[in-house]
Structure formats: C-alpha cells, structure tokens
C-alpha cells in the first residue's frame, strides 16, 4: 500500500472535505454547527478544488445539493405540519425555542433540548394543567425529533454520494 502524500493538493482538499462531511453529520446530532449545511460544503469544497474526477465530480456536487435541499424543505415542512396538528400552540412552542436558546447557552450540548422541552411543559401545565402538560410535549418533542431524523438522513445521504464520487473519480 502507498503512503499518503499531503503535498498533494487534491489528497488534502479530499481529507479536508470528508472532515468537514463527517464534522456535518455530527453536527446533525449535536446542534452547535449547521451539519447539513457543512456536509454540503464539503461536497462544495472538493468539487471546486480537486484536481481529479472530471465530470464525477460536478454530478456527485448536483445530487447532493439536490439531496440537501430536499432536506431542508423536508426538516421544516413535514415536522411543521405535525407539530401544527398536534395541537400545540404558538406561545407554547414559542416559550420552548426561547428556553432552548437560554439552555444552548447555560448547559452545554443537552441545553438545548432541556429548555425547549422545559418551555413547551411550564407553558402546557399552564394552559392544561400539569396532568396533561406532558402529553402535549411529548408531541412536540416527536415533531422535533422527525426534524432531526430528516436533517441526518439527508447529511447521510450527502456522505454516501461524497464516497461514492470518490470511488468513481
């Protein structure tokens, strides 16, 4: 087996890429960087700079823009709609990003999670009362949870198309 050579410029804008591809679909699962969004970037990166895969490259670029926009249509339409028939109001979801984004910042990773999750119960025990407050959360934590299968299904699917133009290049 040869050794890697990282004077070579199109060996290093690949490694680059598939750091910045799996960095995204990490992301996806930990909310501090836009994972789909770096995954796409990364497929970005290599077919603007590599010097190998010819045309490969410009469909591999297509499909997973392709793939990532339909993810994020997806990530906000579907989940959207289930958390609008789910019966959870506006205020409710509304107290739930605000007490996200303070728990972004006050625990780290999980903050996020915890203050929505604390937002959306305070304001459906206020409104239902406590009894009935965790039913409804439990529906809007679905809604968010479909958002985030959808937006690591699509990185995921941006990284298999990646490897798969690396192996036809």
Do not use: C, H, N
Not at 12 to 18: L, P
């Amino acid at each position: 087996m040869g050794r890697m050579d990282l004077s070579d410029g199109g060996t290093t804008v690949t490694i680059i890429a598939g750091v910045l591809i799996v960095a995204g679909v990490l992301g996806v699962l930990l909310p501090i960087i836009p994972g789909l969004l770096l995954s796409w970037g990364g497929v970005l990166l290599w077919a603007l700079l590599s010097d190998t895969g010819g045309a490969v490259k410009w469909l591999v670029l297509a499909l997973a823009t392709v793939i990532a926009a339909v993810g994020m249509v997806v990530k906000f339409l579907w989940p959207g709609r289930k958390l609008k028939d789910s019966g959870v109001p506006l205020p409710s979801l509304l107290a739930g990003g605000v007490l996200g984004l303070i728990g972004f910042f006050v625990v780290p990773v999980v903050g996020l999670l915890l203050g929505f999750l604390l937002g959306i119960y305070a304001m459906e025990a206020m409104r239902l009362g406590v009894d009935q407050a965790w039913p409804s959360t439990r529906r809007a934590l679905a809604a968010v949870g479909l958002s985030l299968l959808v937006e690591f299904a699509a990185a995921l699917g941006v990284a298999v198309v990646w490897v798969f133009g690396l192996i036809a290049a």
